[in-house]
């Protein structure tokens, strides 16, 4: 069965009778009369279509823990959509704890990330109630053991591993091989659980934790992830006589940024897992542990779109025809940090044949500020409305106020609805937070 995540266009794109361009029921060159340009829109039925496929496609699994990697993209609305769709949240910093408490989330559905989290973080963590720590290193399991000890609580914890297992995606975005800042080495495993042993009495290790990488399009390489674990729980049983029943197969999935891409369903990594923990629970003799899962992109990329006006235009002579837009790397640093690819259309003419090869270019003063090179688009003017896709999960989330820029406004929509889940920034929220020093007024 076919997901969202392989499709470049939101589930309920389609081409108006006015010809345009229309997502959840709104027309977006409306939408950019309302709001202004850039915007970042959200379909929240493409979003849900992903939750519930998740839950669908291991629905014959009975011990599941789905989480929602919130680093692809943090609101409180989105902690809403996830509560509502039984998710927990993956969280990765004091701020995104932060948001999702004030979004009014379990909080004891939600688990902690990250390879530095600060004594402060942790200190958030224990007394909001984050229900598990993902540990990452040693320095952070002492950090944390002192913080439980002052709360006088015990903390759920899981062990960050890095499995050896290289996944073909770019590399700053693997980090599941041995040579990854994240996580305890396989030799370092041994030591890790001695010292939770013997001296972190306010450590409750339940299990293990991996994360092999991002934009993943093969199937086997959780295959593996999981007899990895696996093989690592029945050697900690052996060894410790530490029974450990939680795994985390962290997130990964890919999605179709372009025509290129072939990312795999849902339901074939469903597959492949629920196949892997059967027969590896068999072959190492351990029970069905419960199984986490934490995917970001996969719910939220090909749900979001983001539209920007054009401008300006330049005819290099004797080579390439620059279109620039009203935004660029501060709302989508992708192309700059991974050379990301992505599919546009016209909004405001859709069905136009891409008869030109065009570059389009951010608006910031940075040469490599391009947001599509060489891509075929039909005869454009300034004025016209560009819908770049696949930019739900990791564009809003990277965003920033480079060049004083505001950040984009983020639009909800559902059946011919639009809501603001983000609002537009003001130049006053942009200064607020500046000084002057007395000796410069
Ligand atoms: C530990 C961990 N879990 C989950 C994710 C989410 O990955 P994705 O967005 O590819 O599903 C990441 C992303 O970097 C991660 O580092």
Do not use: W
Request: aromatic share 10%; hydrophobic share 35%.
């Amino acid at each position: 069965m076919q997901t969202a995540n392989q499709n470049i266009r939101p589930v309920t794109h389609r081409i108006n009778e006015e010809g345009n361009i229309e997502i959840g029921g709104c027309d977006l060159t409306k939408l950019a009369d309302e709001y202004g340009t850039p915007f970042y829109l959200f379909d929240e039925a493409t979003i849900r279509s992903m939750t519930s496929a998740y839950k669908d496609a291991f629905k014959s699994y009975p011990k599941m823990n789905m989480m929602f990697a919130s680093k692809a993209f943090m609101t409180k609305a989105i902690c809403r959509i996830m509560a509502q769709e039984g998710f927990g949240l993956d969280l990765c910093s004091a701020g995104e704890i932060y948001t999702a408490k004030e979004s009014g989330f379990d909080m004891s559905k939600t688990l902690f990330n990250g390879n530095n989290k600060s004594f402060d973080e942790l200190k958030m963590a224990v007394e909001y109630g984050v229900g598990t720590v993902s540990a990452d290193n040693f320095f952070e399991l002492s950090l944390l053991d002192n913080v439980a000890k002052a709360y006088n609580k015990k903390v759920e914890i899981l062990l960050r591993i890095t499995p050896g297992i290289e996944c073909h995606t770019h590399e700053y975005i693997q980090t599941g091989h041995l040579d990854s800042k994240f996580g305890f080495d396989l030799t370092q495993i041994d030591s890790a659980v001695e010292l939770i042993r013997d001296e972190y009495q306010n450590l409750e290790l339940k299990g293990l934790h991996a994360h092999i990488g991002s934009q993943i399009f093969e199937k086997q390489v959780y295959f593996d992830e999981v007899e990895v674990i696996f093989k690592e729980i029945r050697r900690i049983k052996d060894k410790f006589g530490f029974e450990l029943s939680e795994i985390n197969l962290g997130g990964g999935l890919g999605v179709k940024y372009t025509e290129e891409d072939n990312p795999i369903s849902v339901y074939e990594i469903a597959e492949t897992i629920i196949n892997s923990v059967e027969e590896n629970s068999k072959k190492y003799g351990i029970e069905k542990p419960i199984l986490f899962l934490e995917p970001g992109r996969s719910i939220v990329a090909t749900s979001g779109v983001t539209v920007y006006t054009v401008g300006s235009s330049k005819q290099v002579p004797n080579g390439r025809k620059y279109f620039a837009v009203d935004g660029g790397m501060s709302d989508n640093a992708r192309v700059s940090l991974y050379q990301a690819k992505y599919t546009v259309d016209v909004v405001n003419k859709p069905e136009e044949e891409k008869n030109q090869t065009v570059t389009i270019a951010g608006r910031f003063c940075e040469s490599g500020d391009i947001l599509a090179k060489d891509i075929k688009l039909p005869e454009l003017e300034a004025g016209d409305l560009l819908c770049f896709y696949t930019t739900g999960a990791y564009g809003y989330s990277m965003s920033s106020n480079y060049n004083r820029v505001l950040k984009p406004i983020s639009l909800l929509v559902k059946d011919g609805k639009s809501d603001i889940i983000i609002d537009r920034q003001t130049f006053e929220q942009l200064t607020e937070a500046d000084k002057i020093p007395d000796r410069l007024k």
